[in-house]
């Protein structure tokens, strides 16, 4: 069995991302997966290890600091203490999910061992970034880190193929597409629709006001179109 040192920068116990894999992995059964992570507490899942807390948020002024530190040096001394925690995993393969702090560890690892780096990539770093009023400064900061841990990685995997065929064309890298899914959906509130209305469903996140304004934009100029 295959021994997989997973490392994210949100706990196994979130919602998103943490969804994502908690569905995904146990397809994997030729895998023995221990999950890694950065958060403010320990984790529910079994098989988990919390390697520290986070080392960018929190109030304005000490998250642009802690920023700074991260993509200007695409590091920290806390990034290298996570790194070095994961060195002690020897694992066959490390699957690191490439965001924030991701892209510097994933660095740091292919500098310091050979085993093999898997790349899982949700959200693109520098689209994010740039949808971010806080973190738009550091765009091209990340985008250079994003590259660097791209270009270490021995595999990619992305969301969809449009993300494939961009990475392909922009940074000629070759991925492939796991698309995310979810196995089963709580139970929802009755809904009743009301005559006249567009009622929209959504499930995701929102990182500025400017998506759910275009929603409403299009909403608007549809309603205008339609055939009533």
Known sequence: MRRITLFTTFSPDSG?????????IPALRQANIHWCFLGSRDAQQSNTSRLGGNTIGGT???DLCRSSRLWLTNGSQEVTSCTKQLLETKPDLYWIVA???????TTQLARRTSIPIHLSIHDDPVGTALRSTRYRGFARLISRAFREALRTARSVDVISERMQQQYHNDMGVNARVVR????SL??????TAIPGHLTVGFAGT?????EPEQLRVRARKASHNAEL
């Open 99 to 105: 965001a924030n702090e991701g892209l510097a560890v």
């Open 206 to 210: 929102l990182y500025s006001q400017w």
């Open 60 to 62: 304005l002024i000490t």
């Open 186 to 191: 709580g139970a929802s509130e009755p809904f």
């Open 180 to 183: 995310p899914y979810i196995a």
């Open 16 to 24: 998103g991302g943490g969804a994502l894999l908690r569905t995904l």
